[in-house]
């Protein structure tokens, strides 16, 4: 069974900041595209942000120019940097692998974004 491990999470006010971190198994880290997804209640599971195996990256648009997704491959890790925070960025984001035919996620970490 492939474990995502996310960290990172909490409340922050309006305007600032938060780092999401996914480690994954390296059997598939190398090889996986590893996306962000967030959920807010009452509504849709929605993609974030994306990076694929050679680094090039997608994001919503509502995340544009605001969150950064990256990869060290070293520690088998994504990050997902989140500035300039906004009440509707609050949600539960789920790290997701795909690799070949197979998709993971992770437990879902709540991100919280309030004054």
């Known amino acids: 069974q492939v474990q995502l491990v996310e960290s990172g999470g909490g409340l922050v006010q309006p305007g600032g900041s938060l780092r999401l971190s996914c480690a994954a198994p390296?059997?598939?880290?190398?090889?996986?595209?590893v996306g962000w997804y967030r959920q807010a209640p009452g509504k849709q599971r929605d993609v974030v942000a994306q990076?694929?195996?050679?680094?090039?990256?997608s994001y919503a648009d509502s995340v544009k120019g605001r969150f950064t997704i990256s990869r060290d491959n070293a520690k088998n890790t994504v990050y997902l940097q989140m500035n300039s925070l906004k009440p509707e960025d609050t949600a539960v984001y789920y790290c997701?692998?795909?690799?070949?035919?197979?998709?993971?996620w992770g437990q879902g970490t709540q991100v919280t974004v309030s004054s």
């Open positions: 990076i694929n195996s050679g680094g090039s990256t």
């Open positions: 997701n692998a795909k690799f070949l035919q197979y998709t993971y």
């Open positions: 390296g059997s598939i880290f190398g090889r996986a595209v």
